[in-house]
C-alpha cells in the first residue's frame, strides 16, 4: 500500500476520534460519566 493510502486512513481516524472525543465531552456535561469514559477510552485507542 501507498503512502497516499496511509495518509487517507490516518485523516479517517482523527476525524473520528474528533467525533468521540465531542460525545464524550456531551456525555460527560449529563453526567453520563461511564459512557463518557468509555468514548474517551476510544479515543485514545484511535490516536495511538
Known amino acids: 500500500m501507498?503512502?497516499?493510502y496511509y495518509i487517507a486512513?490516518?485523516?479517517v481516524r482523527m476525524e473520528?476520534?474528533?467525533e468521540l472525543?465531542?460525545?464524550a465531552e456531551n456525555l460527560?456535561?449529563?453526567g453520563a460519566y461511564k459512557s463518557a469514559n468509555?468514548?474517551?477510552l476510544?479515543?485514545?485507542k484511535i490516536i495511538r
Open 2 to 4: 501507498d503512502e497516499e
Open 9 to 11: 486512513l490516518a485523516k
Open 16 to 18: 473520528r476520534a474528533g
Open 21 to 23: 472525543l465531542a460525545e
Open 28 to 30: 460527560l456535561d449529563r
Open 38 to 40: 468509555n468514548r474517551a
Open 42 to 44: 476510544s479515543y485514545l
